[in-house]
């Protein structure tokens, strides 16, 4: 029972040491005249007709960090080195498919001596049609290899209202 008790706690720490060597990125406001260079064009979702979970990020090429979607390799495609003014035209008409699509939101993605590493482009939706606009939770994760984990999901509120059919988690609600 003892040994039992060692493993679990050996594996606890290796979690988390591996979580912990993670360092979440922060994003800001940004203004789309600075998009300058090439850049390596990662066009998350829009693979149906109700695909909320679309973002498009401009990965500074060249540089010493890589961006990574954590989500299968069917979820998303890379574009290498395309040219800022037309990767920023690009992400622009990948994020505005959606009809009830409202305006696109533009942020700067920092490493952490608040250098730009990169950029990300969101839709944002009619926030009459749906209750808020910003639908997605995306966040950046260094890690030790200098490459940055991307996570998107939808926000829990969206996500029950899309899957449960209602905002409040008791399903019957509708938009």
């Known amino acids: 029972m003892k040994r039992k008790s060692v493993w679990i706690f050996i594996v606890g720490v290796f979690f988390l040491v591996g979580c912990a060597s993670e360092q979440h990125l922060k994003t800001e406001a940004a203004n789309p005249a600075d998009v300058t260079g090439a850049y390596n064009l990662i066009l998350y979702g829009a693979r149906q007709s109700d695909d909320f979970e679309t973002v ?31 990767a920023l035209e690009w992400a622009n008409k990948f994020v505005s498919w959606h009809p009830d699509f409202w305006r696109a939101q533009f942020s700067r993605i920092l490493d952490p ?35 940055v984990k991307i996570t998107i999901k939808l926000k829990p509120q969206i996500d029950r209202m899309l899957h449960e059919g209602g905002g409040d988690g008791k399903g019957g609600g509708g938009k």
């Open 56 to 86: 498009a990020i401009l990965d500074v090429s060249g540089d010493q960090y890589t961006f990574e979607p954590y989500a299968p390799a069917f979820d998303f495609r890379v574009v290498k080195e395309v040219p800022g003014k037309e």
């Open 113 to 147: 001596e608040n250098r730009i590493i990169g950029y990300e482009l969101r839709p944002l939706y009619y926030p009459f049609v749906y209750g808020i606009a910003d639908f997605m939770d995306v966040d950046y994760w260094l890690k030790p290899d200098r490459s």
